[in-house]
């Protein structure tokens, strides 16, 4: 199994001047958060690609720093996030795709693998009202869409920006036709492949986590991490 960041955004809505992935919570930086959580769920720290865009340079060096492979992403100032899956090749094996925005519990990451199916996405109820999350729409266990449009009563929770691919290939494969759309996200990608891939919510609230997008995703975020 290999780990992709998808870290190449300018991050405008935080502010803050410099890449996402290199703003400290609580004194140390969502990448090195990312490096600790994935070492705590006993992934190695070889497996792990950050794919990098605005001021690439910068994130690079504090990718060498810790140990972890860093991709530069030529089309990172485009407002979807598929590009940054699109630019590493796909693999035979399995894959974990991480927003890089994301800070989390180790927990978190060990429980989507566990899940059996070929696309596992974590989904947290707790958020199922939030307008701007990105809500999932489940069946059982079955994943049927994600979108940030979803009516509440339609909403199953939050998907946690955390998906586990088990056949990278397949998923590259079926979503080509994203390629030529700048506004496509990697969720996009998630929803064309439950169409003919077994993609089950993995629904918990056991676990702390905060996807950081503004100033006040960030002051929760030195909250539930301190």
């Known amino acids: 199994m290999k780990v992709l960041i998808l870290a190449a955004g300018t991050g405008s809505r935080l502010g803050a001047g410099i890449p996402k992935i290199l703003v400290e919570v609580s004194g140390k930086t969502i ?21 990098t ?30 590009s940054s899956f699109f630019v590493v090749p796909p693999s035979s094996g399995s894959l974990l795709i991480v927003h890089g925005d994301l800070v989390w519990e180790a927990g978190l990451a060990l429980g989507t693998l566990e899940n059996r199916g070929d696309i596992s996405v974590p989904v947290d109820p707790r958020n199922r009202a939030d307008e701007e999350a990105m809500k999932a729409e489940v069946r059982g266990s079955r994943l049927l869409r994600l979108s940030k449009s979803l009516p509440v009563s339609r909403s199953t929770g939050e998907s946690m920006g955390m998906f586990f691919v088990r056949h990278h290939r397949e998923i590259h494969r079926l979503s080509e036709r994203l390629a030529d759309n700048p506004s496509a996200n990697f969720d996009d990608a998630v929803n064309i492949a439950a169409a003919s891939l077994r993609t089950e919510a993995w629904i918990t609230d056991q676990f702390v986590w905060e996807e950081v997008d503004t100033p006040r995703d960030l002051a929760a975020a030195g909250i539930k991490f301190p």
Do not use: M
């Open 31 to 51: 990448l090195s958060r990312h490096a600790d959580s994935l070492t705590r769920a006993g992934i190695s720290l070889e497996k792990v690609t950050v794919v």
């Open 53 to 82: 865009g605005y001021r690439s340079d910068d994130v690079t060096e504090s990718c060498r720093i810790l140990g972890l492979k860093a991709v530069y992403n030529p089309q990172w100032n485009t407002p979807g996030t598929f």
